[in-house]
């Protein structure tokens, strides 16, 4: 798409494409708010879907109704890494070519802008932000596709390393994390995965929620899918008629499933409506080092529509954010006892009827899309005010 000059502007560049759900709710909605914010932004993105999917036009024209100006570049996924590197190299020379328009910050969303970021600073002298969204080689390690010795696992983390010390701000999802940064010596601001309170907001008084349980998002891996299930089966032990409802995405989980299990393909807009229909929601993550810095964006929904969360150990803060505020329960490990134990919590906190507002008022504190909007506001204005940028 053509650029424009927009001096002082701030480039939020991000490998999730906007047509995707994580682009839309977790880049698009923070641009188009700061947009409102009088913040002059534009949008870097890498797209898997073209011009010719019906989700272009609205996105395209959502984006130019706040002014901001869109360039989206096709993501590639083949070769692996070699792939990455073209997406890399494409995507410096179209931030380079953002800076010559009039941009003065850059904003990456992970690793691969930060790296695009990084290049661009070291030709033009622009600072970044970088948005440390996870522990990128933990992850792909604790998901089997890469091993801890391999060059790949190695020198993503010597990238981390570098882009923690080059960006001239950090911002991490977990005060878990922010913590350890900071006992190293990096500063950082902690901004979780936030949600548009206004669509997602607790069930109408009176409004019948024939699910018990839901679980929202990808339906992938052994472990991940057994344990749901079986979490399930040990509170359909407690409650007989109890129901779980799956919203997945596509054609995930196609198969026979079990008695009282409905499983519903949803599109984005559709999933509020559909957890309002649940009374918790489940967020049953791979035990890992990664999780340490992970905040669900499914967690964030759920709590924003007064649903009390049931959690696997480990994941961000939630180990001591639920219980603290009694709106969840975290499983203490994968055990037949651990699971009845936490399902005799969840009953308790079923039968609590202050729980939906708890859990409303934490995801107004913690996870407000117009807060985290007004925290990013504040971490440009401090890049901005010390590198003397306009």
């Known amino acids: 798409m053509a650029t424009t000059p927009s001096s002082g502007a701030t480039l939020f560049v991000s490998y999730n494409g906007l047509l995707e759900p994580l682009g839309r709710s977790q880049v698009m909605a923070y641009v188009l708010g700061l947009a409102d914010g009088h913040h002059p932004m534009r949008i870097l993105s890498f797209e898997k879907d073209g011009p010719e999917s019906p989700r272009w036009g609205p996105t395209a024209s959502a984006l130019r109704e706040k002014g901001v100006v869109w360039s989206a570049l096709r993501y590639h996924r083949r070769p692996a890494v070699l792939s990455t590197a073209f997406d890399v190299l494409v995507g410096t020379a179209s931030a380079l070519r953002e800076v010559r328009c009039g941009v003065r910050l850059l904003h990456a969303r992970s690793h691969v802008p930060a790296l695009i970021a990084e290049l661009v600073r070291l030709v033009t002298g622009v600072p970044y932000v970088f948005d440390f969204r996870g522990l990128l080689a933990e992850e792909y390690a604790d998901s089997g596709l890469w091993k801890r010795d391999g060059l790949l696992f ?34 950082a601001t902690v901004i979780p995965c936030a949600v548009d309170l206004a669509a997602f907001r607790p069930a109408d008084a009176g409004q019948p929620r024939p699910f018990d349980l839901v679980y929202s998002g990808s339906w992938s891996g ?113 055990s037949p006892a651990a699971f009845e134990e936490a399902v005799r919590g969840l009953v308790r906190l079923l039968g609590d009827g202050d729980t939906a507002a708890r859990c409303r008022a934490l995801a107004e504190r913690v996870f407000d899309l117009q807060g985290a909007v ?13 590198s003397g940028v306009r």
């Open 374 to 386: 007004a925290t990013y506001a504040r971490v440009y204005q401090a890049v901005r005010s010390s």
């Open 154 to 187: 190695h020198l993503t983390n010597a990238f981390e390393g570098r882009f923690l010390r080059s960006a001239a701000a950090v911002v991490v999802l977990t005060k878990r994390l922010q913590r350890e940064l900071g006992d190293a010596g990096t500063p």
């Open 222 to 334: 052994r472990y991940l899918v057994d344990r749901v299930l079986q979490f399930f089966a040990a509170y359909r032990a407690v409650r007989p008629e109890a129901r779980l409802l799956l919203l997945l995405r596509g054609s995930e989980g196609d198969g026979p499933l079990a008695e009282g299990v409905e499983r519903r393909s949803v599109g984005p807009e559709e999933v509020p409506a559909q957890l309002r229909q649940a009374r918790a929601g489940l967020c049953f993550l791979p035990s890992g080092r990664a999780q340490e810095a992970a905040s669900p964006v499914k967690v964030s929904e759920y709590l924003a529509c007064g649903l009390p969360v049931v959690s696997t150990p480990g994941v961000g803060d939630l180990d001591t954010l639920l219980p603290e505020t009694r709106t969840g329960v975290v499983l203490h490990d994968m």
